[in-house]
């Protein structure tokens, strides 16, 4: 196929037929396909900045961000231009390289309690590893994660699980069998009342306690104060390892984790997203005495043909020293605080009940009017309110997350005039 016939003009429904008939439900995530809004899925062809183009020439200001990755926005010039160097000496080894180390060693600095880092490919392959890790080293089969906490799709994490599995409307998966989950066990988000009961009965054979310490895949949910300090004494009391998800936190809010700047430590990290600067990428890192279980050291496997691949790492690390050198994050944060305000002033004006849950340039707009602390919250949400919202927001220009129980992203690449159109254009969404 030549630029010329590339660059042609397509519709959406043309492009979602095609792909219909190749890709299963037409889509290669199933949230891409719009089933909790209705319609038909938006197809991008390019992006720059904070705005993207549709195969419908239609630009659109994006704030899902490739659902976290893209904090410095579509394309940033120093990213691409790293990536296009990296490209010229080689795409992929399956051999050592310089930057791996280079990359390893940026990471261990921005996160002091990381004293060593495996690098994967997404973040489900960091949360694979970090689990089986917990079991190598504990000799424990349980795990505890917390309802509506989104780990990645491996079998025994398909349990009470958020985000897709929410927008699809089931609680798990068909092909999961049940000896896979049997040693999963269940809490509230937010309920360290229900983690105490657990530690009661099942602390002895706890090998790890999971979660998200800023849960991103039932809405945005901020943890209470005290329950992540109280996950860390529980873990310690049972002997479990306390694994803190931050594929979504992780330098989201500051160039480090959540957990570093809380002043909790886990013991295991698994990171993904902005990590990758736009690129596939994972990791899972923590204390030393733990990660040296990991093979060839230790007896616990885990292997990649693109682990620490050299155009990823390129992507990544020319993200994260941007964000470590120019600092966006007061920025986006200002901006995120100007749009939750506004959003705020114009559906309470319209009498639309809202709650808009939000942490630095992370917001989710919850259509009720109660806090949400749990997944139960969320569920109270009017997801039907959210279709409408999300499709005449669409008609005007933005493209929020396709789902009720998703985070939208504001990258520093955003403007005062992007925040102030899509206040003005909510304000006439609650209206309508």
């Known amino acids: 196929m030549n630029n010329a016939k590339h660059n042609e003009s397509k519709t959406d429904t043309e492009l979602f037929a ?48 490739s659902w976290g990755p893209l904090i410095l926005g579509h394309a940033h010039p120093q990213v691409v ?47 694979m590893t970090a ?32 985000s897709g599995l929410l927008t699809g409307g089931t609680a798990s998966s068909a092909g999961v069998c049940a000896s896979a989950v049997q040693d999963v066990l269940l809490a509230p988000y ?36 005290g329950f992540l300090e109280g996950l860390r004494e529980a873990a310690n009391r049972s002997g479990a390892v306390l694994i803190f998800d931050e594929v979504i936190s992780g330098f989201r809010l500051a160039p480090t984790t959540y957990g570093n700047s809380c002043g909790v430590t886990p013991d295991l990290t698994c990171l993904g997203k902005i990590i990758g600067g736009g690129m596939p990428m994972g990791a899972v890192g923590g204390r030393r005495d733990i990660m040296e279980n990991l093979a060839p050291l230790g007896n616990v496997y885990q292997a990649g043909t693109l682990s620490g691949n050299p155009v990823a790492i390129a992507a ?72 409408k919202f999300f499709h005449n927001m669409l008609s005007n220009g933005f493209y929020l997350q396709p789902s009720q129980f998703e985070v939208c992203f504001i990258s520093a690449a955003h403007t005062e005039d992007d925040i102030t159109t899509f206040i003005t254009a909510a304000g006439k969404a609650f209206k309508q």
């Open 81 to 127: 231009e790293d990536v296009k160097v990296a490209v010229e000496h080689g795409m992929t080894f399956g051999i050592n390289t310089e930057r791996e180390v280079e990359f390893a060693e940026l990471l261990c600095r921005q996160i002091p309690y990381m004293d060593q880092v495996r690098l994967v490919s997404s973040g489900t392959e960091a949360t």
């Open 131 to 162: 689990l089986r890790l917990a079991r190598g080293v504990t000799g424990r089969n349980k795990i505890l994660k917390f309802d509506g906490c989104y780990h990645g799709h491996a079998d025994y994490l398909l349990v009470a699980a958020g």
């Open 18 to 65: 095609r792909a219909q008939a190749v890709i299963p439900g037409g889509v290669n995530s199933p949230v891409r396909a719009f089933q909790a809004v209705g319609g038909t899925p938006v197809f991008v062809k390019e992006g720059r900045g904070s705005k993207i183009v549709t195969a419908e020439d239609r630009e659109l200001i994006d704030f899902c961000g």
């Open 190 to 225: 937010n309920d360290l009342t229900a983690v105490e009961n657990i530690i009661a009965e099942h602390g002895d054979a706890l090998a790890a306690i999971i979660v998200e310490p800023i849960a991103g895949n039932m809405g945005l949910i901020m943890p209470n104060e």
């Open 316 to 387: 990544g690390m020319s993200t994260l020293k941007i964000l470590i050198e120019d600092s966006p994050y007061e920025r986006i944060e200002k901006l995120a605080k100007k749009l939750v305000s506004g959003v705020q002033e114009k559906a309470d004006a319209a009498g639309v009940d809202i709650n808009i849950a939000t942490k630095g340039g992370m917001f989710t707009i919850f259509f009720q009017k109660n806090d949400v602390y749990n997944l139960d919250d969320a569920k109270k949400s009017n997801t039907v309110k959210h279709a």
